[in-house]
Protein backbone atom coordinates (compact mmCIF):
# COMPACT_ATOMS: atom_id res chain seq x y z
CA UNK A 1 0.00 0.00 0.00
CA UNK A 2 1.07 3.73 -1.00
CA UNK A 3 -0.71 6.86 0.54
CA UNK A 4 -0.48 10.20 -0.25
CA UNK A 5 -1.02 12.42 2.37
CA UNK A 6 -1.67 16.57 1.41
CA UNK A 7 -1.66 19.37 3.69
CA UNK A 8 -1.11 23.45 3.50
CA UNK A 9 -4.52 24.09 1.69
CA UNK A 10 -6.71 26.66 3.34
CA UNK A 11 -8.44 30.37 3.05
CA UNK A 12 -6.08 33.16 1.34
CA UNK A 13 -7.03 36.57 0.43
CA UNK A 14 -6.26 37.23 -3.30
CA UNK A 15 -2.63 38.55 -3.48
CA UNK A 16 -1.31 36.01 -1.04
CA UNK A 17 0.64 33.05 -0.64
CA UNK A 18 0.20 28.93 0.29
CA UNK A 19 2.97 26.23 0.81
CA UNK A 20 1.55 22.84 -0.26
CA UNK A 21 2.93 19.68 1.17
CA UNK A 22 2.16 15.97 0.11
CA UNK A 23 4.00 13.20 2.30
CA UNK A 24 3.94 9.77 0.61
CA UNK A 25 4.54 6.44 2.86
CA UNK A 26 3.89 2.85 2.42
CA UNK A 27 5.83 0.24 0.77
CA UNK A 28 7.75 2.26 -1.85
CA UNK A 29 11.06 1.51 -3.79
CA UNK A 30 11.24 4.80 -5.94
CA UNK A 31 9.26 7.86 -6.62
CA UNK A 32 9.46 9.10 -10.20
CA UNK A 33 7.78 11.85 -11.07
CA UNK A 34 5.54 14.00 -8.30
CA UNK A 35 2.90 16.65 -8.89
CA UNK A 36 -0.27 18.55 -8.28
CA UNK A 37 -3.44 18.88 -10.27
CA UNK A 38 -6.49 20.83 -9.12
CA UNK A 39 -10.24 20.81 -10.20
CA UNK A 40 -12.32 23.90 -9.32
CA UNK A 41 -16.02 23.45 -9.68
CA UNK A 42 -17.64 22.58 -13.01
CA UNK A 43 -13.79 21.94 -14.37
CA UNK A 44 -12.16 19.31 -15.21
CA UNK A 45 -8.96 18.22 -13.45
CA UNK A 46 -6.02 19.91 -14.64
CA UNK A 47 -1.94 19.67 -14.00
CA UNK A 48 -0.50 22.68 -12.31
CA UNK A 49 2.69 21.06 -11.84
CA UNK A 50 5.39 18.20 -11.62
CA UNK A 51 9.01 17.35 -10.58
CA UNK A 52 10.82 14.40 -11.91
CA UNK A 53 13.12 12.59 -9.74
CA UNK A 54 16.36 14.68 -11.06
CA UNK A 55 14.25 18.45 -10.38
CA UNK A 56 12.56 19.00 -13.94
CA UNK A 57 9.57 20.67 -13.85
CA UNK A 58 7.30 21.43 -15.52
CA UNK A 59 4.27 24.23 -14.56
CA UNK A 60 0.93 25.11 -16.42
CA UNK A 61 0.86 28.24 -18.02
CA UNK A 62 -1.66 29.82 -15.49
CA UNK A 63 0.65 29.42 -12.80
CA UNK A 64 4.19 29.53 -14.27
CA UNK A 65 5.99 32.61 -12.22
CA UNK A 66 3.65 32.58 -9.23
CA UNK A 67 4.31 28.99 -8.34
CA UNK A 68 7.54 26.69 -7.40
CA UNK A 69 7.77 22.97 -7.18
CA UNK A 70 9.82 21.30 -5.05
CA UNK A 71 10.43 18.02 -3.46
CA UNK A 72 12.58 15.89 -0.84
CA UNK A 73 13.50 12.86 -2.40
CA UNK A 74 14.63 11.36 1.25
CA UNK A 75 11.32 12.58 2.76
CA UNK A 76 9.14 11.29 -0.43
CA UNK A 77 7.61 14.32 -0.19
CA UNK A 78 6.93 17.38 -2.82
CA UNK A 79 5.99 21.05 -2.30
CA UNK A 80 4.23 23.96 -3.85
CA UNK A 81 4.83 27.43 -2.76
CA UNK A 82 1.82 29.58 -4.65
CA UNK A 83 2.31 33.15 -4.80
CA UNK A 84 0.43 36.01 -6.31
CA UNK A 85 -2.63 34.14 -5.62
CA UNK A 86 -5.68 34.95 -7.83
CA UNK A 87 -9.72 33.86 -7.30
CA UNK A 88 -9.33 31.10 -10.21
CA UNK A 89 -6.84 29.81 -8.37
CA UNK A 90 -9.65 28.44 -5.89
CA UNK A 91 -10.09 24.52 -6.41
CA UNK A 92 -9.43 21.11 -4.94
CA UNK A 93 -5.62 20.46 -5.03
CA UNK A 94 -4.19 16.68 -5.49
CA UNK A 95 -1.01 15.67 -5.00
CA UNK A 96 0.01 12.69 -7.64
CA UNK A 97 2.93 10.60 -7.07
CA UNK A 98 4.15 7.82 -9.70
CA UNK A 99 5.41 4.75 -7.63
CA UNK A 100 7.50 2.14 -8.03
CA UNK A 101 6.77 -0.10 -4.86
CA UNK A 102 9.37 -2.79 -3.45
CA UNK A 103 7.10 -5.68 -5.37
CA UNK A 104 8.13 -3.85 -8.24
CA UNK A 105 5.12 -2.67 -10.51
CA UNK A 106 4.52 0.98 -10.82
CA UNK A 107 1.22 2.66 -10.36
CA UNK A 108 0.10 6.39 -10.01
CA UNK A 109 -1.57 6.97 -6.58
CA UNK A 110 -3.32 9.94 -5.30
CA UNK A 111 -3.82 12.09 -2.21
CA UNK A 112 -7.29 12.83 -0.72
CA UNK A 113 -6.94 17.02 -1.94
CA UNK A 114 -6.88 19.68 -0.20
CA UNK A 115 -8.98 22.99 -0.54
CA UNK A 116 -7.58 26.30 -1.51
CA UNK A 117 -9.94 29.22 -1.40
CA UNK A 118 -8.79 32.59 -2.49
CA UNK A 119 -11.20 35.22 -1.58
CA UNK A 120 -11.22 38.50 0.19
Known amino acids: QVQLVESGGGLVQPGGSLRLSCAAS????????MGWYRQAPGKQRELVAAISSGGSKNYADSVKGRSTISRDNAKNTVYLQMNSLKPEDTAVYYCIANVRRVAGTVSDYWGQGTQVTVSS
Open 26 to 33: GSIFSINV
